[in-house]
């Protein structure tokens, strides 16, 4: 992983295939429902064998998508069993939102014998247009009667909007006490015509886990992998990454360590949203270090990564720590702009608040690459965090600027 | 004006020529001193014929450029005569910024015979570079000894750095009482190799105003328009607005109608950076109105004027009302969305949070016009506000990008 993104120790992590289908006790599947005018797959299902343990975070956006209120209802007991996924529309800023929200756990829980209770809802796509409910409910017997115990990947698919490929992980957890799974598929920050980006995730384990532990495992994991994330600077109204925890490993790992396991799947998927991000063709970790807390690090680390003229510098390959100490000062967090020091892909460009001397044509090279360290040291303490971002390119631009109506 | 920018009774305003040196009791020049490596004008000067009435509001960015630093304290006692500006070099983030600030003070005062502590210094440009304080103290004895009553058009002219145009403006300001005139000048929100946008702008007038008068007024002007317009998101280093009040007008108008020429000068002018940001082809006034607060109004609307896909869907003059109440979802303000209403172009196009009926084609040549409001009616209240933005372009990025070092 790209500098101090994730967790640093993956000691007992070993990558496996399968994605959201890697660990016991899950089928999933994908088809195409017409929703999507391409008729390309955009209705996705990932069904544990039994009640699964659940936690799910969704978007903090005041505009909140109707399936985001279903999902945050249905999963407040800990419990679920299955996720519809539907990709094409969003469903949000409709007349008839909430009940088509509804409609769609009713029919998926028709379709597996479950209680629509234990069915959780994520929609993504255009915003303000009637969600076609009658042909997800018209595709759900297929796609109910297809799902396989490999079927992940064909889920991933159908999930995706505008990202290029489909992201997928998985890993072996393994310690002293015993191993399981731990895996998961996402789909990108894309924009929708004419709507906007959302972020969709589904984790999936073998391990045995209760929903408030399960809750207390996604959130750690959340808050420093998605949640320190940038691509548009934009939270959408339908964000939501929800964990099903199946049980049918017989001799878990610890909890620390599946601990871990959960951290490094939501690390690489955020790695894998970031990479994808329109138009992008670079990526950067930016960490502040010698902070006084770690909220200080986050909040500087933030402020740089969506900083236009930074991301506009990246994508020229550009050490440009001017536009990196404009964008903290900016932040409303107290540093002493004298004791920083700056690198850019492990060339020190500033150091002390004044101009260092470096080599530029090393720094080009550096800055050329694919994934890039952007590391600040404030000298004022030792709380550390790292936020990912991508380079704001002419085609991101042009991507998003397309007359959509 | 585009939609409520700026002061709406504009009644007793009459433009007249002569931008910074409209108002009578001042002289202003520029010259080429060769900080600047094209050969351009690089160094202006305003100089008024006695002590001035004088205010300034500097920067909030924590890495706070020396120019502005001495500025604060040179302008503390509510008086000063002379303001000198440099383009081309910041004098930021290097270890000799502030006796380099005091030179340029030092050298201006001592070539027209006053006191250092009554010249206001700013600077702009590239930082992380050792200001090469002597060339422009080599300059100054010929540009004091040319300072005219007409040399405003010079002086805007040296200020620039990649603004494609001077920005200038003048108002004869009327009432009952009497009259005076109010007239700035402004550099735009430009990058500068390898640095950052920067608001420099000088306002002038001949009414009688002590300082702690003249900084209420401008203070006022400058929280509903320098302070509401956005181009890149980030504040600079060095952003000053500075007012000097000759006196010389012998019967000046009331003080509320002073205070609308102040205003009037500062939208006008901060309109002028907007249209000439980097990249832009297109002006949007985002208004936000039934809103709680004002300060709700103007959190909603800045939301709405930073958000990158908002901007993007500008320039493809997109009326995409869904990336509008998003972005308003991520500015924890209190809102029902279901109340919202969004009129883009004149046409509403989301009626109480949903889509509204509306001519596609009409839509599509109201947002391709050079300036566009973006109305958003919240249903909780009477308060408003309006905050200016300009489209994000393929060329803001490639411009922004360009590798400098």
Known sequence: MIGDWGPQDRSGLTPVPGGATAADGFRAGGVASGVKASGRPDLALVVADVPAGAAAVTTTNLVKAPACHLTD???????????????????????????????????????????????????????????????????????????????????????????????????????????????????????????????????????????PVGRQLLRAAVSRTFNRISVDGDGSTSDTVALLASGAAARPPGLDTLARGVAAVCADLAHAVVSDGEGATRVAAVTVRQAATEADAETLARAVATSLLVRAALHGADPNWGRILMAMGNARVDFDPRRVSVRCGGITVCRFGVAATFDRGQAAVAMQQPEVSIEVDLGSGDAAATVLTCDLTPEYVRFNAEYTT
């Open 73 to 211: 209802r249905h999963v407040a007991n800990g419990r679920a069993q299955a996720i519809v996924i539907n990709a094409g529309n969003a469903n949000v800023c409709t007349p008839e939102g909430e009940a088509h929200a509804q409609r769609l756990a009713d029919a998926t829980a028709e379709q597996l014998g479950l209680l629509s209770q234990d069915v959780l809802v994520m929609s993504t796509g255009v915003i303000g247009v009637p969600l076609p409910v009658q042909r997800i409910e018209a595709a759900l017997p297929a796609l109910a009667a297809g799902l396989t115990r490999d079927g992940g990947d064909a889920a991933a698919h159908a999930m995706l909007t505008t990202d290029t490929r489909t992201k997928q992980v998985a890993y072996r957890v393994s310690d002293e006490q015993g191993s399981c799974v731990v895996g998961g598929m996402a789909k990108g920050v894309g924009m929708i015509e004419p709507a906007m980006a959302t972020l969709l995730v589904v984790v999936t384990t073998d391990a045995p886990l209760s929903g």
